[in-house]
């Protein structure tokens, strides 16, 4: 059973860091892109960042600068770094990998930046 796990959410002040981890285990096969998203309250759920298996980016216009997509395809674990965070970028960030027999979902954790 193919499961993604997040970790590495929490509560942060403005201006603050947080790095996540997407452990992907199970018999997923080899993976090819692999995302975030983040869903804020009320809002539809939108891509943050995403990574090839070489290595190639895509960040979201609100991130770029501030957050930094990476993967060890070794051990099948992307993360996201996330610096200069603001209220904005508070929501609950999921990872996702896509492949030719349907789209993994991780649960989520939750990333609050408040004051």
């Known amino acids: 059973q193919v499961q993604l796990v997040e970790s590495g959410g929490g509560l942060v002040q403005p201006g603050g860091s947080l790095r996540l981890s997407c452990a992907v285990s199970?018999?997923?096969?080899?993976?090819?892109?692999m995302g975030w998203y983040r869903q804020a309250p009320g809002k539809q759920r939108e891509l943050v960042a995403g990574?090839?298996?070489?290595?190639?980016?895509n960040y979201a216009d609100f991130v770029k600068g501030r957050f930094t997509i990476s993967r060890d395809n070794a051990k099948n674990t992307m993360y996201l770094q996330m610096n200069s965070l603001n209220f904005e970028d508070t929501a609950v960030y999921y990872c996702?990998?896509?492949?030719?027999?349907?789209?993994?979902w991780g649960k989520g954790t939750l990333v609050t930046v408040s004051s």
């Open positions: 996702h990998v896509p492949t030719i027999t349907g789209a993994y």
């Open positions: 199970g018999s997923i096969g080899t993976i090819y892109t």
């Open positions: 990574i090839t298996r070489g290595g190639s980016t």
